[in-house]
């Protein structure tokens, strides 16, 4: 990585998080556990960067620690959208 | 254009698509009404992610990593269903934890490769990594203490040792000297072993000494925590989807994080340096005041008092606390609702933005029994109703209805925004017995004139209360 490509993401980084901070500023009490188990799950992003570092064919030690990567991170994302999903469900305004 | 050229930019626009979906799923996510739509969102933004990535022409063998993905679909679905609603802290606090260890083995591996092949390691690509062990390695020993002490395997007050905040700087400086060193010689593997093993011991250092009661804030850290190392992680492999989409999460569980401590009046410092509720300083206040009150008297009540007054009540304030979480009296208490509301009787829930241990605790559990969450109130909202309230019952709940947050400026707690339940007209608090809450306080509320304490579990009490209001029809 050179210092020009760091930068760059730098700025891709900050731009985000502010990004972040807009969106989710107002979000009512009832919503704080799905957001942030939800929020949990977009984290599971990292499966992004361990299939990359464990798909590069040899059986290395680092594809083996990507490999374990994968699998946690996929842990993260599956189950973190499923519960979420699994508690917005019983947010329900009542019928009749 | 051929093929060949044109699937990095497929790559990078379906990237692009992906992150998008992120910030829109993110954003219905903050309204009832579409929430699970922007969870769903999310999750296709995911699917395009991953499917972009594999695509990937560095991916060159699937079987291991489809296989992978294979596991660890199966342990996150199987997790997602099995788990009960009452143990979603604990839940949210693993995965917190894996994404965590994720990052953390990424910028591992990146490193072994690159070490492997020979290529010189530049000094920004140490530091990306050097930063990923750190966020990533923190997370997720962070998050299984947070777990253990959730899942009650550890004790849930704090663990304080003499010289823990020196050892906690001797470990950080530690950390500062062996990455300075590791970035002009990145071949010694001994001082690379270090970091990581350093990092692991930040992790646990850093929650140990929190209590429960603070585990809202912890909680929402350490998720904040795992999109930075994800962040991290993005940087190591140069990668802009993970960069995005780990700023996004590190800044939700910063606001979140922010929430919590206006909830408790507390800075985050306080918060995780100060070994709150512990056998230290805390005490010393609470046993003076507690003795101060030790003469008064308590003045208790049986179940059939108790659903006396509230079915006759015209309106009846319930506060949850995360006693009716670990006595798992969600649907009792619905059940009670019912029953009142069938009787005409006014009802509503005020929630404490810290009551339980994580952001939004009692609300899920409130949805799972059913609640209509209009019929939730935030403190604010609820506040100035207590006066016009004939019954607040207290189930399960101290610290956040102690009213010494107001007026007591001894008090740990005091200048901590709480529920007024004293200025109903009178108080129901069920409760299995006169200890004190997570801060170590006494509670001046159980000693007042029109506080009438019901001793028992949550669960026990509540189902009581029903049978007794349904014999009074």
């Given at each position: 990585m050179?210092t ?31 957001l ?20 590069t ?40 | ?15 692009l ?28 933004g ?90 990533g ?54 001082v ?9 011991i ?12 603070d ?57 995780l ?13 609470a ?7 030790a ?18 009540a ?17 649907h009792?208490?619905k ?9 005409g ?22 949805a ?30 101290n ?16 200048g ?11 108080t ?11 801060s ?34």
């Amino acid at each position: 990585m050179t210092t020009a490509t760091l930068v760059t993401s730098l700025f891709v980084f900050v731009l985000a998080a502010f990004v972040g901070f807009e969106v989710i500023n107002k979000v009512p009490p009832t919503l704080h556990t799905p957001l942030m188990s939800g929020a949990n799950a977009i984290s599971g992003i990292a499966v992004l960067g361990a299939i990359l570092v464990s798909g590069t064919g040899n059986l290395t030690l680092s594809a083996i620690l990507g490999l374990i990567a994968v699998i946690l991170a996929t842990i993260n994302v599956v189950g973190g959208f499923l519960v979420t999903d699994r508690m917005l469900q019983m947010f329900k305004k009542k019928e009749a | 254009m051929n093929w060949s050229e044109f699937l990095p930019t497929g790559i990078q626009l379906s990237y692009l698509v992906a992150a998008s979906l992120f910030i829109l799923g993110l954003k219905q996510l903050g309204s009832p009404s579409t929430a699970r739509r922007g969870n769903q969102l999310a999750a296709v933004g995911m699917l395009l992610a991953v499917v972009a990535t594999l695509l990937d022409r560095s991916v060159l063998s699937y079987g291991t990593i489809f296989l992978g993905m294979a596991i660890g679909a199966m342990i996150g679905a199987v997790a997602a269903y099995q788990v009960e609603m009452t143990a979603m802290p604990q839940m949210v606090g693993i995965f917190n934890g894996l994404g965590g260890g994720a990052s953390a083995l990424i910028a591992i591996a990146e490193f072994w490769r690159v070490l492997s092949t020979g290529e010189p390691l530049s000094l920004t690509s140490l530091i990306v990594i050097v930063l990923g062990i750190l966020i990533g390695g923190v997370t997720l020993t962070g998050s299984f203490i947070a777990f253990g002490k959730l899942q009650g395997i550890l004790p849930g007050s704090p663990i304080v040792f003499p010289l823990q905040q020196p050892l906690n700087v001797l470990l950080l400086g530690g950390f500062l000297v062996g990455s300075v060193y590791f970035m002009t010689d990145p071949n010694t593997l001994s001082v690379f072993f270090g970091l990581i093993a350093i990092a692991l011991i930040l992790g646990v250092f850093f929650v140990i000494p929190i209590g429960g009661g603070d585990m809202p804030v912890v909680i929402s850290l350490l998720n904040s925590y795992s999109g930075l190392a994800a962040a991290a992680a993005g940087f190591v492999v140069n990668n802009n989807m993970l960069i995005i989409a780990g700023a996004l999460v590190g800044a939700s569980g910063i606001i979140l994080t922010n929430i919590m401590c206006k909830g408790m009046n507390r800075s985050l410092t306080n918060v995780l340096f100060a070994g709150f509720g512990s056998d230290g300083g805390s005490s010393a206040t609470a046993g003076s005041s507690g003795s101060a009150k030790a003469n008064q008297t308590v003045r208790s009540v049986d179940p059939e008092e108790g659903a006396m007054m509230l079915k006759y009540a015209r309106s009846v304030v319930i506060v949850p606390g995360y006693g009716m979480a670990v006595a798992q009296a969600q649907h009792s208490v619905k059940e009670l609702v019912d029953q009142l509301e069938s009787a005409g009787v006014e009802v509503r829930y005020a929630i404490h933005p810290v009551a339980g241990r994580m952001p939004g605790h009692m609300n899920v559990l409130l949805a799972e029994a059913n609640v209509p969450y209009p019929q939730l109130y935030d403190m604010e909202d609820i506040n100035p109703q207590f006066d016009k309230t004939d019954v607040a019952l207290v189930i399960g709940a101290n610290d956040v209805v102690n009213p010494a947050a107001r007026h007591d400026n001894s008090s740990p707690i005091y200048g901590m925004p709480i529920l007024e339940v004293d200025k109903a007209k009178s108080t129901i608090v069920i409760k299995r017995g006169m200890g004190t809450g997570f801060s170590g306080v006494q509670n001046e509320l159980f000693f007042e004139d029109k506080t009438m304490m019901l001793f028992g579990s949550a669960k026990d009490m509540v189902g009581q209360l029903v049978a007794e209001v349904k014999q009074l029809a």
